[in-house]
């Protein structure tokens, strides 16, 4: 008898992305990107893994800070969520300039 060595527990669910949260957060569910577990702490979060960066950041605001995650953690995900609001800020300021009478500024 061959044990067969394909069992499919080592993978963690895991997006195509480059995102430094997912470092610290694996998916719980594969069809829902928003429910994601840190791996700090295995606290389950609802709300994406923006809000799993705020998490381990220990920003205060909608979420308890992780209880684990130390100072390079959270200078880690408290960079790629100023990286976020730049981004943001950015493509604000694109249109502002050009188009009068925007309805969304
Ligand atoms: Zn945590």
Redesign the pocket.
């Known amino acids: 008898m061959e044990p067969s060595p394909n069992t499919e527990s080592s993978d963690i669910l895991k997006p195509n992305s480059s995102d430094v949260g997912w470092e610290y957060a694996e998916l719980i569910n594969a069809t829902n990107l928003r429910q994601v577990r840190?791996k700090?702490?295995r606290?389950e979060l609802n709300g994406g893994i923006n809000r799993l960066k705020y998490?381990?950041a220990g920003i205060k605001g909608n979420v308890k800070a992780?209880?684990?995650?130390t100072p390079l953690d959270k200078e880690r995900c408290k960079r790629a969520l100023d990286e976020l609001k730049k981004t943001k800020k950015e493509k604000k300021t694109t249109h502002s300039g050009g188009e009068r009478g925007c309805r969304y500024c």
């Not at 992780?66 to 995650?69: D, F, Q």
């Open positions: 840190c700090l702490c606290k998490h381990v992780c209880p684990n995650s």
